[in-house]
């Protein structure tokens, strides 16, 4: 199945598949693109993690870390400031990645309607 999605994306359909992969960027420069909220669009898929119990993690919501769904420190100078999380015990979670959710940091489907932002895009070209 994996492989099947891949050859698809390789032979037949490269920029559909694009939007799954790769962050969303202004196709006129290499920039991150904003979503509404002000935050930049760092991918359009959650990112599944299993989190270890009673270590810390800081969840990025200004977007532009490169070491998504966590923060790098690239927040610095902007107005967002990441989300710490601990849990007493491991817990596996659905982090955003879109950091367009309304439920900061776990993934609510709003990036489903970025992917239908970036498809209205591809199909402008
Ligand atoms: S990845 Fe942001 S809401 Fe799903």
Not at 23 to 37: D, F, R
Not at 75 to 88: A, Q, V
Not at 107 to 114: A, K, Y
Request: with cysteine; aromatic share 10%.
């Amino acid at each position: 199945m994996a492989l099947a999605f891949r050859l698809n994306c390789l032979v037949l359909k490269p920029r559909i598949c694009s939007l799954f992969r790769q962050p969303y960027v202004n196709s006129s420069t290499t920039e991150l693109k904003k979503g509404i909220k002000g935050t930049y669009i760092a991918k359009k898929i959650p990112a599944f993690k299993k989190l270890e119990a009673n270590k810390r993690y800081s969840w990025c919501e200004c977007g532009l870390s490169k070491k998504q769904p966590f923060c790098d420190g690239s927040h610095k100078g902007t107005e967002f400031k990441p989300i710490r999380l601990k849990f007493d015990q491991s817990k596996s979670v659905l982090l955003c990645q879109c950091k367009q959710t309304s439920n900061p940091p776990y993934c609510d489907m709003t990036h489903v309607s970025v992917m239908f932002s970036s498809l209205k895009d591809i199909f402008k070209k």
